[in-house]
């Protein structure tokens, strides 16, 4: 047992029955097993055989999280069905618990015990487990007999409507029925309801019976399998950051510029002992590595600080490197032993922060006579009525019983009163507008919202000692200012991210319905109206209004909670200023004007004068200019003589001498830009760099295609082919001109057209007789360029571009050696971090070609920006002991990621800010892949339908308390609340706000960026013959939703941008001043996938190649672009390696 609670504890647990299973036994009501004669009571063994006997290792984590290893059963070192992977499955889900649980329930054996056990409790509910097991076994042999063993082999309509009608009616004789169903899905326009009642009433037995039943669950399947209208976005103008909004709110607090300016100052000297005070006051408001550094890294001695303030921040600092290691594990069976640990060091942090002594609260108690009873409202008269109830409780009840401040204020008459708390005298040399704003709390509110969330998820939840825990935050809550309780309630739901409604709405629910049941009746406290006590104006539903019979059974209980969310968010705007304005530093103010290349200073008149900017440096920055300027005049001259000269010999560039005039001149205007960004790093925002920098980056990505190609790079030839020809059987419009009239209905349309036998007449020319790019050595160089550039890009007008731009055509290549230079990846929402395998051929050959190192950020599956961007910086802190530069490659929600990481580092710690500018080892370069970071419109899409689908699920159990008692009621939607309480949910909540708009929004409001990071990007539009199978229901549904097909099924061209769209501020200036853009490809959101998509890969897929995309195009020309141009720079003879 290790009691420093720092490592793990670990404990050893066996059992044997020696062969035998306990024993449960049921009688008639009123007699007892050991009463009853055999006859009269019914029993059955509670195990099967394997169960009988086992042994097993449980290890608990310093934050209470359980996992078991070693596991036997029947005997020692056994591997089977029911090891240690069983019991890890149940308490500590993995990514192969899923397979375990499904193996369990096809274990017929196991789950017939099962079911007599639950005949035994209730037979009504053992006869719904029956059919459902029985429905579960047969769909097992279906797909048994059908060959089917991985999800792609079902999701081809016709396959997935052969499947449904064998378990309907055991043939297929309604896959004619059951197709259209499944094709209207696909095409985005929703099922069906009329079609699939009647399917299901013609094969399901006793349909009549539950028809109401049937008629819900089909309405319910409608909702989530169609298009959903929800607000679609608008963009928001001149958003200044919360730090500059009611700065006067904020005097005397430091900001945290402020802080780490006086923390350097003067080093030698002590600090002034009213500063010392201050940031003992403000530290539980700071985060831990704010506090880490203030310790630990600012090189202040501790005589340098105040002995009660050192000691104040070292308690607040142990306090919260616990609670950040809670943040991250709650909830659920996995954390069962959690509130035990909690209870440990909560108890003397919520003892040391309770505000206000007894003896003061008992002068500031006014008696309900006392009140003025003319100005009573209806509430106060409420309030006043349930507190003269409590009065004449017994005197057993009362004995010894001294109210919490919690339960003080829960009980308060008179509201007024209520908000004018007490205040304690200040040590500290604050105003009291800075001690009303701060409390004096040893645990900042958002500490408190995670521990109060992890008992509000915590699976026992009647414990005494979770109880305990909860109240002793609710009179932590109650002994701060009201504005404490108002930003302990806004961080519910995600704790330390952007608030979002949705989840604190599911938060507010269980908060509200807080198990009180360890304490009597007299002790409790009336949570709805502690909750009304610190938001004044707002009514807190209560769920039995809501129910069927209530005053409000007409409307739903969850909209009412959802809108005191946004009341509650809304009032806490204040906080988010405050805790912004203490934990980041913000380097410019949003008046301050835009940083820009020198150039267009001088030209508009900004910052530089005419003589300055012919003076010492900017002398030779004018020269280099002018220079580069002339040397891409002339290498584009030389460049098109050299294309017509290619174009009429058939020759291939390397052969012809006026081209390696042209690239000999085209290099010589590459270290002419080079030069000029040696003298001005913000330079390539300049008009004429920017375009010939992006131009480059095509011509890079069309080489790349090329190499790969020639070198037959995996299955890159094949790839072009099917590109090549579903292409030619296209017509696309400009970007543009939005959406495209000749688009198909459905993506199932036309398919025919694409893979139809060939017919005799289609001659020599046929696309699949005759492969383009099966045999490259048979085919002219510029006719590949030209079939490259036709297929690839999607705009006719960037197509056309790029065929007659002398760069691409030159096939320029970088000079050979190893770049200086290393690679931090974060991929998409659903990835294994650094065990993932996205682009991994890629990687490697791009560190075989270049000596690049790629370091894969450790991100979650479905977790919050905040989560990953700590990934992001651990793997940024491994990279940087390479003494290399590195750059920021994202994918998807990747990219929202790093923009984060870049965001956070850049108004973090000194520390941290060293990570991101350093000129050694510090961030050089940006690439978006299908950038996310603008969200999607399956994000607020997804969003309006978990809100109608709760709220029908709402609708139904109201109509089902009609048939069930009350207690099976509760029952069923505490087992609701536990799923929506568990870990996997909770992360899941935190990492769906990255695509909700008010959480983007938020963010991009206060982000910042660095000015002179280039930003790559590489977007995408579907098309019919790049359109994955697997893909097609979620891309028309998008389509849909959105009113526009130019998507790559995920995120919209528009959208998937390298700056902010719906945020117009200063720092999305910036941002897109280092947007340097990309042509638009054809292509899907799942191109870099390979491996990790398998699973799902259809015969349609390959046929199409949809998987085997040219890989090493979302990075290569991303290293190439920034080397041609000094960004990267080359590595020197010898160079570090992992």
């Given at each position: 047992?290790?009691?420093?609670?720092?490592?793990?504890?670990?404990c050893?647990?066996?059992?044997?029955f020696?062969g035998?299973?306990?024993?449960?036994?049921?009688?008639?009501?009123?007699?007892?097993?050991?009463?009853?004669?055999?006859?009269?009571?019914?029993?059955?063994?509670?195990l099967i055989k394997?169960l009988?006997?086992?042994?097993?290792n449980?290890e608990?984590?310093?934050?209470?999280?359980l996992?078991?290893?070693?596991?036997?059963?029947s005997?020692?070192?056994?591997?089977?069905?029911?090891?240690?992977?069983?019991?890890?499955?149940?308490?500590?889900?993995?990514?192969?618990s899923?397979?375990?649980?499904?193996?369990?329930?096809?274990?017929?054996?196991?789950?017939?015990?099962?079911?007599?056990?639950?005949?035994?409790?209730?037979?009504?509910?053992?006869?719904?487990?029956?059919?459902?097991?029985?429905?579960?076994?047969?769909?097992?042999?279906?797909?048994d007999?059908?060959?089917?063993?991985?999800?792609?082999k079902?999701?081809?309509g016709h396959?997935?409507a052969?499947?449904?009608?064998?378990?309907?009616?055991g043939d297929?004789?309604?896959?004619?029925?059951?197709?259209?169903?499944?094709r209207r899905v696909?095409?985005?326009?929703?099922?069906?309801?009329?079609?699939?009642?009647?399917?299901?009433?013609?094969?399901?037995?006793?349909y009549d019976e539950w028809?109401?039943?049937?008629?819900r669950?089909?309405?319910?399947?409608?909702v989530?399998?169609?298009?959903?209208?929800?607000?679609?976005g608008?963009?928001?103008?001149?958003v200044?950051?919360?730090?500059?909004s009611?700065q006067?709110?904020y005097?005397?607090?430091?900001?945290?510029k402020d802080?780490?300016?006086?923390?350097?100052d003067?080093?030698?000297?002590?600090?002034?002992?009213?500063?010392s005070?201050?940031?003992?006051?403000?530290a539980?408001?700071?985060?831990?590595?704010?506090?880490?550094?203030?310790?630990?890294?600012?090189?202040?001695?501790?005589?340098?600080w105040?002995?009660?303030?050192l000691k104040?921040?070292?308690?607040?600092?142990s306090v919260?490197?616990k609670?950040?290691?809670?943040?991250e594990?709650?909830?659920?069976?996995?954390?069962?032993?959690?509130?035990?640990?909690?209870s440990?060091f909560?108890g003397?942090?919520?003892?040391s922060?309770?505000?206000?002594?007894?003896d003061?609260?008992?002068?500031?108690?006014?008696?309900?006579?006392?009140?003025?009873?003319?100005?009573?409202?209806v509430?106060?008269?409420?309030?006043?009525?349930?507190l003269?109830?409590?009065s004449?409780?017994?005197e057993?009840?009362?004995?010894?019983?001294?109210?919490?401040?919690?339960?003080?204020?829960?009980?308060?008459?008179?509201?007024?009163?209520?908000?004018?708390?007490?205040?304690?005298?200040?040590?500290?040399n604050?105003?009291?507008?800075?001690?009303?704003?701060?409390?004096?709390?040893?645990?900042?509110p958002?500490?408190?919202?995670?521990?109060?969330?992890?008992?509000?998820?915590?699976?026992?939840?009647?414990?005494?000692?979770?109880?305990?825990?909860?109240?002793?935050l609710?009179?932590?809550?109650?002994?701060?200012?009201?504005?404490?309780?108002?930003?302990?309630?806004?961080e519910?739901?995600?704790?330390?991210s952007?608030?979002?409604?949705?989840?604190l709405?599911s938060a507010?629910m269980?908060?509200?319905?807080?198990d009180?049941?360890?304490?009597?009746?007299?002790?409790?406290?009336?949570?709805?109206?502690?909750?009304?006590?610190?938001?004044?104006g707002?009514?807190?539903?209560?769920r039995?209004?809501?129910?069927?019979?209530?005053r409000?059974?007409r409307?739903?209980?969850?909209?009412?909670?959802?809108?005191?969310?946004?009341?509650?968010?809304d009032?806490a705007?204040?906080?988010?200023?405050?805790?912004?304005?203490?934990?980041?530093?913000?380097?410019s103010?949003e008046?301050?004007?835009?940083?820009?290349?020198?150039?267009?200073s001088f030209?508009?008149?900004?910052?530089?004068?005419?003589?300055?900017?012919?003076?010492?440096?900017?002398?030779?920055?004018a020269?280099?200019?002018?220079?580069?300027?002339?040397?891409i005049?002339t290498?584009?001259?030389?460049?098109?003589?050299?294309?017509?000269?290619?174009?009429?010999s058939?020759?291939?560039?390397?052969?012809?001498?006026?081209?390696?005039?042209?690239?000999s001149?085209?290099?010589?205007?590459?270290a002419?830009?080079?030069?000029?960004?040696?003298?001005?790093?913000?330079?390539?925002?300049?008009?004429?760099f920017k375009?010939?920098?992006?131009?480059?980056?095509?011509a890079?990505?069309?080489?790349s295609?090329?190499?790969?190609?020639?070198e037959?790079?995996?299955?890159?030839?094949?790839?072009?082919?099917?590109?090549?020809?579903?292409?030619?059987?296209?017509?696309?419009?400009?970007?543009?001109?939005?959406?495209e009239?000749?688009?198909p209905?459905s993506i199932?349309?036309?398919?025919?057209k694409?893979?139809?036998?060939?017919?005799?007449?289609?001659?020599?020319?046929?696309f699949?007789?005759?492969?383009?790019?099966?045999?490259?050595?048979?085919q002219?160089?510029?006719?590949?360029?030209?079939?490259?550039?036709?297929?690839?890009?999607?705009?006719?007008?960037?197509?056309?571009?790029?065929a007659?731009?002398?760069?691409?055509?030159l096939?320029?290549p970088?000079?050979?050696?190893?770049?200086?230079?290393?690679?931090?990846?974060?991929?998409?929402?659903?990835?294994?971090?650094?065990?993932?395998?996205?682009l991994?051929?890629?990687?490697?050959?791009?560190?075989?070609?270049?000596?690049?190192?790629?370091?894969?950020?450790d991100?979650?599956?479905?977790?919050?920006?905040?989560?990953?961007?700590?990934?992001?910086?651990?793997a940024?802190?491994?990279?940087?002991?390479?003494?290399?530069?590195?750059g920021?490659?994202?994918?998807?929600?990747?990219?929202?990621?790093?923009?984060?990481?870049?965001?956070?580092?850049?108004?973090g710690?000194?520390?941290?800010?060293?990570?991101l500018?350093?000129?050694?080892?510090?961030?050089?370069?940006?690439?978006l892949?299908?950038?996310a970071?603008n969200?999607?419109?399956?994000?607020p899409?997804?969003?309006?339908?978990?809100?109608?689908?709760?709220?029908?699920?709402?609708?139904?159990?109201?109509?089902?308390?009609?048939?069930?008692?009350?207690?099976?009621?509760?029952?069923?939607?505490?087992?609701?609340?536990?799923?929506?309480?568990?870990?996997?949910?909770?992360?899941?909540?935190?990492?769906?706000?990255?695509f909700f708009p008010?959480?983007?929004k938020?963010?991009?409001?206060?982000?910042?960026?660095?000015?002179?990071?280039?930003?790559c990007?590489?977007?995408g539009?579907l098309?019919?013959?790049?359109?994955?199978?697997?893909?097609?229901m979620?891309?028309?549904?998008?389509?849909?939703?959105?009113?526009s097909?130019?998507?790559?099924?995920?995120?919209?061209v528009?959208?998937?941008?390298?700056h902010?769209?719906?945020?117009?501020?200063?720092?999305?200036?910036?941002?897109?001043n280092?947007?340097?853009?990309?042509?638009?490809?054809?292509?899907?959101?799942?191109?870099?996938?390979?491996?990790?998509?398998?699973?799902?890969?259809?015969?349609?897929?390959?046929?199409?190649a949809s998987?085997?995309?040219?890989?090493?195009?979302?990075?290569?020309p991303?290293?190439?672009?920034?080397?041609?141009f000094?960004?990267?720079?080359?590595?020197?003879g010898?160079?570090?390696?992992?």
């Amino acid at each position: 047992v290790n009691m420093s609670f720092e490592g793990t504890t670990q404990c050893e647990l066996s059992w044997d029955f020696q062969g035998s299973s306990p024993i449960l036994q049921v009688t008639s009501p009123g007699n007892t097993p050991a009463q009853s004669s055999h006859e009269d009571r019914q029993q059955v063994p509670v195990l099967i055989k394997d169960l009988c006997q086992g042994r097993l290792n449980m290890e608990i984590s310093p934050v209470g999280g359980l996992s078991f290893t070693q596991a036997s059963t029947s005997r020692e070192d056994k591997e089977g069905l029911y090891d240690w992977k069983f019991f890890n499955a149940i308490v500590s889900p993995d990514e192969d618990s899923p397979t375990r649980i499904r193996d369990v329930l096809y274990d017929k054996k196991t789950m017939y015990k099962l079911l007599a056990v639950t005949k035994l409790v209730n037979a009504d509910l053992e006869k719904v487990l029956r059919y459902f097991l029985t429905q579960v076994w047969r769909a097992k042999e279906i797909f048994d007999q059908e060959g089917i063993s991985e999800p792609g082999k079902v999701i081809p309509g016709h396959k997935m409507a052969r499947l449904i009608s064998l378990f309907l009616c055991g043939d297929i004789s309604q896959v004619d029925e059951i197709l259209p169903i499944i094709r209207r899905v696909v095409a985005g326009d929703g099922l069906d309801v009329v079609r699939v009642k009647e399917l299901l009433r013609k094969h399901v037995e006793n349909y009549d019976e539950w028809a109401a039943e049937f008629d819900r669950a089909a309405k319910w399947a409608a909702v989530m399998l169609g298009p959903m209208t929800f607000n679609q976005g608008f963009v928001e103008c001149e958003v200044p950051p919360s730090a500059e909004s009611n700065q006067e709110i904020y005097v005397g607090i430091p900001t945290a510029k402020d802080i780490y300016d006086v923390l350097r100052d003067k080093p030698q000297l002590p600090l002034d002992p009213s500063f010392s005070n201050l940031i003992s006051r403000i530290a539980p408001y700071m985060t831990f590595r704010q506090i880490s550094y203030v310790l630990n890294s600012s090189g202040r001695p501790s005589n340098h600080w105040q002995p009660f303030d050192l000691k104040r921040l070292r308690y607040v600092y142990s306090v919260k490197k616990k609670v950040q290691e809670i943040s991250e594990s709650y909830g659920g069976l996995s954390f069962l032993p959690q509130s035990f640990f909690v209870s440990i060091f909560l108890g003397e942090a919520t003892r040391s922060s309770l505000r206000a002594p007894m003896d003061i609260v008992a002068e500031n108690h006014v008696k309900p006579e006392a009140a003025d009873h003319t100005k009573r409202t209806v509430l106060s008269k409420l309030r006043r009525h349930r507190l003269e109830g409590s009065s004449r409780l017994t005197e057993e009840d009362n004995e010894g019983f001294v109210m919490s401040p919690a339960s003080r204020v829960a009980s308060l008459s008179n509201l007024h009163l209520q908000h004018e708390q007490p205040r304690l005298a200040s040590k500290y040399n604050s105003s009291s507008g800075v001690e009303d704003l701060l409390g004096d709390s040893l645990l900042g509110p958002q500490d408190v919202a995670i521990l109060l969330q992890a008992g509000l998820t915590s699976v026992m939840k009647g414990s005494t000692v979770v109880q305990l825990n909860q109240r002793m935050l609710l009179d932590l809550m109650a002994s701060q200012p009201r504005t404490f309780a108002i930003a302990v309630l806004a961080e519910l739901g995600t704790p330390g991210s952007q608030g979002v409604p949705r989840a604190l709405t599911s938060a507010l629910m269980a908060f509200i319905e807080m198990d009180q049941s360890s304490f009597k009746p007299a002790h409790r406290i009336d949570i709805h109206n502690l909750l009304e006590s610190w938001l004044p104006g707002l009514k807190i539903p209560r769920r039995d209004d809501y129910l069927a019979g209530g005053r409000w059974a007409r409307q739903s209980y969850y909209d009412a909670i959802f809108g005191v969310s946004v009341s509650i968010l809304d009032l806490a705007e204040v906080y988010s200023g405050l805790k912004l304005r203490i934990q980041r530093v913000r380097h410019s103010n949003e008046s301050d004007p835009v940083p820009g290349p020198k150039e267009e200073s001088f030209l508009t008149g900004v910052e530089t004068s005419s003589d300055e900017f012919h003076n010492n440096a900017n002398s030779k920055l004018a020269t280099s200019i002018n220079a580069a300027k002339e040397k891409i005049a002339t290498a584009d001259d030389l460049g098109k003589s050299a294309v017509f000269e290619l174009k009429s010999s058939g020759k291939p560039s390397k052969e012809c001498a006026s081209c390696a005039s042209a690239i000999s001149a085209y290099k010589k205007a590459f270290a002419a830009c080079a030069q000029v960004l040696s003298l001005d790093k913000n330079a390539f925002q300049a008009h004429w760099f920017k375009s010939f920098f992006r131009r480059n980056y095509d011509a890079l990505m069309v080489k790349s295609v090329y190499d790969n190609v020639i070198e037959d790079v995996d299955n890159v030839r094949i790839w072009m082919d099917a590109l090549r020809r579903g292409s030619s059987l296209r017509s696309t419009v400009p970007v543009c001109d939005g959406l495209e009239s000749n688009y198909p209905r459905s993506i199932l349309d036309d398919l025919d057209k694409v893979f139809s036998p060939i017919s005799s007449t289609q001659g020599e020319n046929s696309f699949i007789t005759n492969p383009f790019f099966a045999c490259p050595e048979k085919q002219k160089e510029q006719d590949i360029v030209d079939a490259i550039i036709a297929a690839l890009f999607y705009d006719p007008s960037e197509r056309e571009f790029i065929a007659n731009d002398p760069l691409v055509r030159l096939l320029i290549p970088n000079d050979p050696g190893n770049y200086n230079f290393t690679i931090i990846t974060a991929m998409g929402v659903i990835t294994e971090g650094k065990k993932g395998r996205e682009l991994e051929k890629a990687v490697e050959r791009l560190k075989k070609k270049r000596g690049v190192v790629t370091v894969r950020a450790d991100t979650g599956t479905a977790r919050s920006v905040d989560y990953n961007a700590n990934k992001i910086e651990e793997a940024v802190e491994q990279a940087v002991k390479l003494g290399r530069p590195y750059g920021l490659v994202g994918y998807s929600q990747g990219c929202a990621n790093e923009f984060n990481f870049e965001s956070l580092m850049l108004s973090g710690t000194p520390d941290q800010q060293k990570l991101l500018i350093s000129s050694e080892t510090g961030l050089i370069c940006r690439q978006l892949l299908f950038s996310a970071a603008n969200g999607s419109v399956h994000g607020p899409a997804g969003e309006a339908k978990a809100h109608q689908l709760i709220t029908m699920s709402e609708d139904f159990f109201k109509y089902q308390q009609g048939y069930f008692s009350r207690a099976f009621i509760s029952s069923t939607l505490n087992i609701i609340n536990d799923i929506l309480d568990s870990a996997a949910f909770q992360k899941f909540m935190g990492g769906a706000q990255s695509f909700f708009p008010d959480a983007l929004k938020a963010f991009w409001r206060e982000a910042q960026h660095m000015s002179h990071i280039p930003t790559c990007v590489l977007r995408g539009v579907l098309e019919q013959h790049t359109t994955p199978e697997s893909l097609e229901m979620i891309s028309n549904l998008l389509s849909k939703q959105s009113g526009s097909r130019l998507h790559d099924s995920q995120v919209h061209v528009y959208d998937a941008v390298g700056h902010p769209i719906y945020v117009k501020n200063r720092n999305g200036r910036i941002l897109k001043n280092c947007d340097m853009g990309g042509a638009i490809q054809r292509t899907h959101h799942w191109s870099p996938l390979s491996e990790e998509v398998e699973y799902v890969k259809t015969n349609k897929d390959v046929q199409q190649a949809s998987f085997d995309c040219a890989k090493d195009r979302h990075i290569f020309p991303f290293c190439d672009v920034n080397a041609r141009f000094g960004i990267i720079g080359y590595a020197p003879g010898n160079e570090k390696t992992f």
